[in-house]
C-alpha cells in the first residue's frame, strides 16, 4: 500500500498547529538559523511544541538547515542540529554535504535526512547517488515532468520522493540561481533572495530596439497541481509538498484544506492502494476555494512537458479570482459590475491597465452590483476584467475556527471473571469506538462515536 503526505508550509508555531489541523500529514519549518528563508526561522521551544502537537496524530515535523554553511559556522550549526535531534524533529533537510558528513561522522542525528530541493535534483544519476550518502528522501527539482519522475523513481524505488505541488515558482532551477548574488549581493543559497525575478525589465533585441517596456519578463505564475495529485502519485512521489513558508496562516488554512480533501478522495476511490500518512478525520468550517488565497494565476508548470503561458509578465503580485467586468462608470463614484458574484465592504479589487499595470482599490460600500470605492481608480474603463484579491467574507471565516481534527481509537474490554470457580462472566466485552479531539487549551476531550456488545 503507497502512503501519501501532504506536507505544509510553517512560518511559526501558529501557522504549523493551523497545518495540522486542517490536514496536513507533515509540516516543514525554519530552524532557528541557516534555513533558505532567512526571514522565517523559529525558536527551538516553538519547534518542540509543534512536535509535542503533530505526534500526537501521527504527523511529522521536517525542519530545514538548508543553505550553504561558511566554516566559521559549522560549529554552531552541527550543535543547533544536535538540539534539534533531542526535542523530536523527524527529518532534517541539508543542501551543503560538508554538513552532512559531520553530522554523520559525529553521529548528531539519529532520524531522517532528506536533502533539499536546493540540491537541484533533475535526474536519476544525481538522485541515486544522494541516496548514497544517506539520504531517505530525495526533494525533486520543480521542473520536472511525470516521466522524469518515473525515471528517478524506477532507480531508487526503495526511497521516498517528494514533489512540490503547490506556490510559487522560481525562473532558474533551485539552488543553482545565482542572480540576486550577482546584483545585489544576496545568495539564495543563503536564504536571503532579493527576488531578482519579480523585477521589471527591458527587452532589447540584437540591435538594440526595445521590445518590450518595463515588464515582469522572469514571473512566473503559481504552480498548481491539485488535480494532478493521482498522477504524481503513480509515478511515484509519496510526499506532496506546498510552498509557503512566508505565507500567513489564512493561505495554510485553505491550501493545506484543499490539498488534503483532494488526498482524502484519492484514497476513498481506492482504499487498497493508497493511505495518509497520519491519522484524523478533519470537518472544515468552509469550502477551501483555492483561488480566494495568494496567487498569481497558476500553471501544472512541465508535468505534462514544457508548455507555453507559464509566467505572469503583467504583475508578479497577486490578482485572484475573476469576479466580472466593469460595466457602467458614474463619474468618480461609482461603478457597475457584469457579475454574478457578490462583494461585501472591505473587498479588495485590482484590474490590469491599458498600461499593462496592475491597479487595486478597496470596496467602501456594495448596492448589489454597484461598488463605490474608497476612491475610484484613475485608469478604469467599462469592458475592462476586474479581479477580487481580498475576499472579506472570506477572510473571515478561516479568522474563526475553521476545522477540527479527530482521532478515531478502538477500545476493547475483554470479559471479567468473578474468581476462579465461576464460568460465567461478570461483565461483557465491548468495543467502543471514540473521537479525540485536541483542544486549544492543551485538554483532550473523548466523544463516544459507536459502541458494539458482544
Known sequence: MQTLELLAPAKNLECGIAAIDHGADAVYIGAPRFGARAAAGNSLEDIRQLCDYAHQFGAKVHVTVNTIIYQDEMLDTLKMIQQLDEIGVDALLLQDMGVLTEVRAQNLWSRELHSSTQCDVRTPEKAYWLTTLGFKRIVLARELSLDEIKAIHQVIPDREIEVFVHGALCVSYSGVCYASEKCFGRSANRGECAQFCRMKFDLLDSNGQEIEHQRYLLSLKDLCQLDHLKDLADAGATSFKIEGRLKDINYVKNVVAAYSSQLDAIVKAEPRKYRRASVGHVQYNFTPNLKKTFNRGFTHYFLNGRQPDIAS??????????????????????????????????????????????????????????LYPFGMPEHMR???????????????????????????????????????????????????????TKE???????????????
Open 313 to 370: 509578465f503583467d504583475t508578479p503580485k497577486a490578482i485572484g479570482e475573476f469576479v466580472g467586468k466593469v460595466k457602467e462608470i458614474r463619474g468618480n463614484i461609482s461603478f457597475n459590475v457584469a457579475t454574478v458574484a457578490s462583494f461585501k465592504n472591505g473587498d479588495g479589487l485590482c484590474f490590469i491597465n491599458d498600461d499593462r499595470e496592475l491597479e487595486g482599490f478597496r470596496v467602501n460600500r456594495v448596492e448589489g452590483n454597484r
Open 382 to 436: 467599462p469592458g475592462m476584467a476586474l479581479y477580487r484579491n481580498n475576499d472579506r467574507a472570506f477572510e473571515a471565516l478561516l479568522a474563526r475556527k475553521s476545522a477540527e481534527r479527530k482521532i478515531y481509537i478502538v477500545i476493547e474490554m475483554e470479559p471479567v471473571m468473578g474468581n476462579e470457580f465461576r464460568e460465567e462472566p461478570q461483565g461483557v466485552k465491548a468495543v467502543v469506538n471514540i473521537m479525540k
Open 440 to 454: 486549544a487549551d492543551g485538554g483532550l476531550i473523548y466523544q463516544v462515536a459507536e459502541v458494539f456488545k458482544e
